[in-house]
């Protein structure tokens, strides 16, 4: 089924109206119309290129819930409809299922999101299918603009409360604030994620919106941050951003999305390549249910495929959704993208431990005797046994000898001078 596709306002990259000139060309030896491509579905090269088709065969995500906190993903569109399950909103904007898109320029973002991570398609080989096209969806909608009337870092804190609250195995949060900081409401409310076993997929931001590093919530410990790369595998100059807490790579250009009104845009930016991502993560868990979320992480970054570069611009390398899901990988028993709880120990200091109690009962200790006070029954200015012998004795011996010597050189002077006035013969 070819669709009709309109253009779209776009608050990242950009938006490329798909028409017949982009759509897939059927092979050359294609002899039957079932042969054909369907256009929409030629165009995901990242299901072949990122081992999504191959896991298939294992598992297509099923009885995994993925949460969007998002825009929220609009209803109407047919990839979309089925897998949504439930939803709210965090913004005061829209529906209180969350199928409201919510924003004048990026409300659309959120089914674009969406249907990356889960769209059903139109048909079984036709429409835009999503990496996890059997997992189902939270619809989490939040307002990135000043009109909410709720504060952002408040949406966020409450969205991920309630996708917890609500079944959520995987969050997505195609989002950056551009600072690498966080609102302390977050530290609570992420921990509270990773207390649940959940596992948190981070966008790692766009150099062409205006990101020059990486920013929260992608800086915060324990989340799976998403670099985006080209086609061809290299890291993106504007569709991405690089920095040290990257986790693992995934398409940021060239990617599809249904909109809100059902048409399907071509758009870049990394808010698709964490999508893809969460897909993948989904596939992982429905397949390896009994791994908790550590592991999984530890799966999606164990079995990347190794990129020429450095890890500040791909993490671990290249997300393969085949040896995520199939692959023989050790067991972790912590986080390897870190601790979040230790991070808030370390640097916010909230929690400084339990009050040092005494080991052993005190000991009482009897007082000493009060000092005896010092009388003299004499006058003060009578001398004493002490000055007398330490004072006064050595003062008159000294001052004696003192004398003594002083009168010999005296006379000695004396028989000098008496001497010297003799006459002589």
């Known amino acids: 089924m070819k669709r009709v596709v309109a253009a779209v306002a776009a608050a990242l990259l950009g938006v490329t109206l798909l028409t017949g000139s982009t759509a897939a060309t059927p092979p050359a030896d294609a002899d039957s119309p079932d042969d054909v491509i369907d256009p929409v579905r030629g165009l995901e090269y990242w299901l072949d290129d990122y081992g999504i088709t191959e896991a298939w065969e294992t598992t297509r995500g099923a009885g995994v819930t993925i949460a969007v906190i998002d825009t929220g993903i609009a209803r109407g569109p047919v990839e979309l409809d089925p897998a949504v399950v439930g939803g709210t909103d965090m913004s005061g904007l829209g529906s209180t299922d969350g199928r409201t898109p919510v924003g004048a320029v990026d409300a659309s973002h959120g089914s674009w999101v969406a249907s990356l991570a889960a769209a059903r398609g139109t048909g079984a080989d036709t429409g835009m ?4 096209p059997e997992a189902d969806l939270l619809s989490i909608s939040v307002g990135f603009g000043s009109s909410a009337a709720v504060p952002f870092v408040d949406q966020v804190a409450d969205g991920i409360r309630w996708a917890v609250d609500n079944g959520a195995d995987i969050i997505n949060l195609s989002f950056t604030t551009n600072t690498t900081d966080w609102d302390t409401s977050w530290d609570s409310a992420f921990q509270y994620a990773f207390d649940n076993d959940v596992v948190i997929v981070v966008a790692a931001g766009n ?8 920013g929260a919530p992608a800086t915060i410990p324990g989340v799976l941050t998403v670099a985006g790369v080209d086609p061809e595998g290299t890291a993106s100059v504007e569709a991405s951003t690089q920095g040290i807490t990257l986790g693992v790579s995934a398409p940021s250009e060239k990617l599809l999305g249904v909109s809100a009104d ?3 845009v071509q758009w870049d930016g990394t808010s698709g390549a964490a999508p893809i991502v969460a897909g993948i993560a989904a ?3 429905s397949a390896h249910p009994d791994l908790d979320a550590n592991n999984v992480i530890n799966r999606l970054i164990r079995t990347t495929t190794p990129a020429e570069g450095s890890s500040v ?7 393969d959704a085949d040896a995520a899901v199939n692959a023989s990988v050790p067991t972790v028993t912590t986080n390897p993208m870190g601790s979040l709880e230790e991070w808030i120990r370390i640097y916010r200091r909230a929690d400084a431990g339990p009050v040092a109690q005494p080991t052993a009962e005190p000991v009482e200790i009897e007082a000493l005797p009060p000092a005896e006070s010092l009388s003299r029954d004499d006058s003060p200015l009578l ?3 002490e000055t007398l012998l330490y004072g006064t004795l050595p003062l008159v011996m000294v001052t004696s000898a003192a004398i003594l010597v002083a009168l010999g050189v005296t006379a000695a002077v004396r028989r ?3 001497a010297s006035r003799t006459p002589s013969r």
Request: charged letters at 15%; zero cysteines; proline letters at 3%.
């Open 416 to 418: 000098i001078r008496s």
């Open 313 to 319: 611009l791909y993490g671990y390398g290249l997300v």
């Open 207 to 214: 150099r062409g919106s205006g990101t020059s590093t990486v």
């Open 283 to 285: 596939l992982v868990r």
């Open 262 to 264: 059902g048409a399907v």
């Open 383 to 385: 001398p004493t046994r």
């Open 129 to 132: 299918i999503g990496v996890a």
